[in-house]
T-cell receptor
Framework: GQQLNQSPQSMFIQEGEDVSMNCTSSSIFNTWLWYKQDPGEGPVLLIALYKAGELTSNGRLTAQFGITRKDSFLNISASIPSDVGIYFCAGLKERGSTLGRLYFGRGTQLTVWP | DTGVSQDPRHKITKRGQNVTFRCDPISEHNRLYWYRQTLGQGPEFLTYFQNEAQLEKSRLLSDRFSAERPKGSFSTLEIQRTEQGDSAMYLC?????????????FGEGSWLTVV
């Protein structure tokens, strides 16, 4: 299926640093969702974005829905060891034949050194 | 626990056997989704229900796969004549279209290993 282009693929940072990752697509999406997944577990929703240009925060996390509706980014400020995991972006079109389908990026593996 | 619940969490089966996974969505969520995830990849869409109606199926969902949501509440995903390539984590998710938009919550997943 269609994949979103998520970058970077992996990040190795020191505790306290800020992190930025992004997702781009050639298609327009009406909803962008960011998830975190720990090994052996299902994705946990971090932030949901519904409108172009929307900027939403959840604690140390901030995400934005791109104006063109083809991209989104996620920032994590002052990283801590428990931020370790795989972060996925996901887009939802909610139109036409792909009404219920979430399209996922390949994920960003985040490692935080103490 | 009011989240999406999946059962079993882990299943090991011999090639050729049938397996069934169950998903209980968040209460009052009318939309239910099944995804499959293999190591190093993001989840891939399999199928989607709105209430009891199966509205969309991926081409990944071969004839050996069938999903049901008979009363618009829980759902089952059955894989017949399992193959080694079916080994993956099967994820269920649910949502309800709210004022803001569609927010999709995932369960903890069901790991399938076909030996």
């Amino acid at each position: 299926g269609q994949q979103l282009n998520q970058s970077p693929q992996s990040m190795f940072i020191q505790e306290g640093e800020d992190v930025s990752m992004n997702c781009t697509s050639s298609s327009i999406f009406n909803t962008w969702l960011w998830y975190k997944q720990d090994p052996g577990e299902g994705p946990v929703l971090l932030i949901a974005l519904y409108k172009a240009g929307e900027l939403t925060s959840n604690g140390r996390l901030t995400a934005q829905f791109g104006i063109t509706r083809k991209d989104s980014f996620l920032n994590i400020s002052a990283s801590i060891p428990s931020d370790v995991g795989i972060y996925f972006c996901a887009g939802l079109k909610e139109r036409g034949s792909t009404l219920g389908r979430l399209y996922f990026g390949r994920g960003t593996q985040l490692t935080v050194w103490p | 626990d009011t989240g999406v619940s999946q059962d079993p969490r882990h299943k090991i089966t011999k090639r050729g056997q049938n397996v069934t996974f169950r998903c209980d969505p968040i209460s009052e969520h009318n939309r239910l989704y099944w995804y499959r995830q293999t190591l190093g990849q993001g989840p891939e869409f399999l199928t989607y229900f709105q209430n009891e109606a199966q509205l969309e199926k991926s081409r990944l969902l071969s004839d050996r796969f069938s999903a049901e949501r008979p009363k618009g509440s829980f759902s089952t995903l059955e894989i017949q004549r399992t193959e080694q390539g079916d080994s993956a984590m099967y994820l269920c998710a649910s949502s309800s279209l709210g004022f803001s938009g569609n927010t999709i919550y995932f369960g903890e997943g069901s790991w399938l290993t076909v030996v």
